[in-house]
């Protein structure tokens, strides 16, 4: 079975500071993965998605995040956050073959400081 | 027009009670999920339904039980409600194996 890791569980920067959250994942097959968003009081966005081709994804609101294969891990990362980027941020992993089961990582809240 | 939509939203009752939350989504995707977030903000996947039928239940207690009545309805109840059952219970669907999930608001549900 997979698993996810997000070995940030809090992180607070300052506005206009840059932004890199973990994400590694266990599964030897394929994978297909996900940056998911969670704002206060509200449920889960798809920030980003990987299914194929060029590891460095582009996201809305100007995420992005690479896949490096040999490191399994999936880092989201952001030039510079705003205030507004205050959320809990979670990873997610599908392996092929897995039964259509999304297997999340516990979580990144990320406080952005005015 | 809202694509998972759940109701209610907000859910507050007391133990030993029975409850229900309610999931539609109007996507036409063939697979709906339920998701508990717990209050350490950890999400994890309860149930799962293809086209009407059961594929993924995960070890959950059997006071738990989901009901499909057609591909577009996933609905959740929960029998003897207990206070280890307060928790955001999220919807979702998706079009099929691997592909992006797109979840309901969630139903906050807290057992006094």
């Known amino acids: 079975a997979q698993s996810v890791s997000q070995h940030n569980h809090h992180v607070i920067l300052s506005e206009a500071a840059s932004l890199e959250l973990g994400c590694n994942y266990s599964?030897?097959?394929?994978?297909?993965l996900f940056w998911y968003v969670q704002y206060p009081g509200q449920h889960l966005q798809l920030l980003l998605k990987?299914?194929?081709?060029?590891?460095l994804v582009k996201g809305i609101k100007g995420f992005e995040a690479e896949f490096i294969k040999s490191k399994f891990s999936f880092n989201l990362r952001k030039p510079s956050v705003q205030w507004s980027d205050t959320a809990e941020y979670f990873c997610?992993?599908?392996?092929?073959?897995?039964?259509?089961?999304?297997?999340f990582g516990s979580g990144t809240q990320l406080t952005v400081l005015p | 027009d809202t694509a998972v939509s759940q109701t209610p939203k907000y859910l507050v009752t007391q133990m030993g009670n029975d409850k229900s939350i309610k999931c539609e989504q109007n996507?036409?995707?063939?697979?709906m999920y339920w998701y508990k977030q717990d209050s350490k903000k950890f999400l994890k996947i309860m149930f799962s339904?293809?086209?009407?039928?059961?594929?993924i239940n995960e070890t959950v207690p059997n006071r738990f039980s989901p009901k499909s009545p057609d591909k577009a309805h996933l609905n959740l109840h929960i029998n003897s409600l207990e206070l280890g059952d307060s928790a955001v219970y999220f919807c979702?669907?998706?079009?099929?194996?691997?592909?992006?999930?797109?979840f309901g608001e969630g139903s906050w549900l807290t057992v006094v």
């Open positions: 996507l036409g995707h063939d697979t």
């Open positions: 997610a992993v599908n392996a092929w073959g897995s039964a259509r089961q999304l297997t």
């Open positions: 990987y299914f194929s081709g060029d590891p």
């Open positions: 599964y030897g097959g394929t994978v297909n």
């Open positions: 979702a669907s998706s079009p099929g194996d691997g592909n992006t999930i797109y």
């Open positions: 339904y293809n086209n009407k039928e059961l594929i």
